[in-house]
C-alpha cells in the first residue's frame, strides 16, 4: 500500500525523536512504496539511483542505522554478512529464505510460538524475544532446478 509522501513519514520520525531530513523521509518512501518488505542497503540505493535522488551509500547506511535504533525499521541478518530491513509494523512473525534467489517469506504459526513458549518455560527461561528463520528452496526455484 503507497503512503502519501508527506502525510506519515514527518509524523513517525517525531515520534521517534528524529528530524524529518530529505534522506529519512526518502528512505522511508522507498519502504513504503517497495513491493519487497525486506530490502538491504544496496537495494535502497539503487532505487533512490533509479529515482534519480542523489543520496551515497554511506548515508544510507548512517540512515538505516538511524532508523533501527528509533524503532521505525527492524535488521534481520540472514545470511552471515548480510542485512535486510523492514518498516517495523509491529506484531512478530518468522521468515522462510530461499538459499538459491534469496526470496523472503514471512509466516506466523500460533503452534509453534505456543510451543517456544514451552520450551522456554520448561528451562527456567523468560523469553524476550525470539527469531525463527527456515531456510529452504521457494517454488520458483525448485521449478527452475528441479530440485526438491
Known amino acids: 500500500m503507497l503512503m502519501p509522501p508527506d502525510s506519515i513519514e514527518p509524523i513517525d520520525l517525531k515520534r521517534a525523536g528524529l528530524k524529518a531530513t530529505s534522506p529519512r523521509v526518502r528512505v522511508l518512501e522507498v519502504f513504503r512504496a517497495s513491493p519487497r ?39 534481520h541478518s540472514f545470511e552471515a554478512d548480510h542485512a535486510v530491513f ?4 509491529g506484531g512478530h512473525h518468522d521468515h522462510l529464505i530461499c538459499v538459491a534467489c534469496g526470496r523472503v517469506e514471512e509466516f506466523r504459526d500460533e503452534a509453534i510460538e505456543a510451543r517456544q513458549r514451552e520450551v522456554a518455560t520448561a528451562n527456567s527461561f523468560v523469553l524476550r524475544e525470539h527469531m525463527l528463520v527456515l531456510y529452504g528452496l521457494c517454488p520458483g526455484c525448485r521449478a527452475d532446478k528441479a530440485i526438491n
Open 37 to 75: 518488505r525486506h530490502l538491504s542497503a544496496e537495494d535502497v540505493y539503487r532505487i533512490l539511483l533509479a529515482q534519480e535522488v542523489d543520496a551515497g551509500l554511506s548515508t544510507i547506511y548512517r540512515v538505516l542505522n538511524q532508523l533501527v535504533q528509533a524503532n521505525i525499521l527492524l535488521r
Open 86 to 89: 523492514e518498516l517495523n509494523e
